[in-house]
């Protein structure tokens, strides 16, 4: 069986400050995997440090059971929206279009067929009409669709997410996790750093839940319980009644 990834003992550190400790788990393919917990955990740090974009203090990280430099062609990063240079000059085709530049190969062009995907990929996420737009023009609703969009250019078979559901519009949120929940149904492995825990059961099929260190991981029946959630969180009944788990 080939699982979507692997992690083995994953330590990272900032600043000689432990942000995540002693991580392992495993998924198969064809998931829709949420990562939850309290601010400060660790879930963007984890999500970073599993793609490779931060150093790990040490861990082994196997996608696709192979290290992730072999398939990064095959992994779709969606980072937050603030982490993005929104007065950059481009349009939101051309925006889309750069998704599909890690298959062409160094110094090719984008063909009519890639345009054509790009543009295909625009509808699916309900921004065609948009195309020509700087992106910087967009709400963040739409600039998550955009973003999406360039995910889904890419063609890849692991999908990550982080905290894509942050200061957008209801529509949009609706738009995204139907189009999440397609690519899961295809086969798709898709990583969601995520919130709101009121959301988790509806949106899921698997929790990774933290703080700082791995609480639990699996189905979300499995790991979103009064328990798991009262160790992440430190507190009880506030959370507990909030998201209804248990109350």
């Known amino acids: 069986m080939t699982n979507s990834i692997t992690v083995k003992k994953l330590h990272v550190s900032y600043y000689g400050k432990e942000v995540v400790r ?3 788990f495993s998924f198969g393919t064809g998931k829709l995997i949420g990562i939850v917990g ?3 955990a660790g879930k963007s740090t984890l999500m970073k440090a599993v793609l490779g974009l931060i150093p790990k203090d040490k861990g082994e990280v196997k996608v696709l059971n192979q290290p992730v430099k072999l398939v990064r062609k095959r992994i779709a990063y969606v980072p937050q929206r603030n982490n ?16 599909t530049y890690p298959h062409l190969g160094i110094l090719r062009k984008p063909k009519a067929k890639h345009k054509e995907w790009a543009m295909q ?9 948009y195309s020509h737009q700087q992106i910087g023009e967009l709400s963040g609703g739409q600039q998550q669709r955009v973003f999406l ?6 063609n890849a078979e692991l999908f990550f997410l982080d905290e894509p559901f942050v200061g957008i519009d209801v529509s949009s949120e609706k738009t995204i996790i139907q189009i999440l929940k397609k690519l899961r149904d295809r086969g ?3 990583f969601v750093v995520h919130h709101d825990l009121t959301k988790v059961e509806d ?9 700082k260190e791995l609480i639990e991981s699996g189905p979300v029946q499995k790991v979103f319980t009064p328990e798991t959630i009262t160790q992440a969180y430190q507190s009880s009944m506030t959370i ?3 998201v209804g788990v248990g109350v």
Do not use: H
């Not at 949106?203 to 703080?211: R, S, V």
């Open 203 to 211: 949106y899921f099929d698997d929790l990774i839940l933290l703080n």
């Open 84 to 99: 993005l240079d929104w007065d950059f000059p481009i349009n939101v085709f051309d925006t889309v279009l750069l998704g």
């Open 240 to 242: 507990l009644e909030k």
């Open 188 to 190: 798709k492995t898709v």
């Open 121 to 129: 990929c625009l509808k699916e996420v309900g921004m065609e009409e």
């Open 149 to 154: 969009a360039r995910a889904l250019a890419q």
């Open 22 to 24: 002693d991580i392992s």
């Open 38 to 40: 309290p601010n400060g």
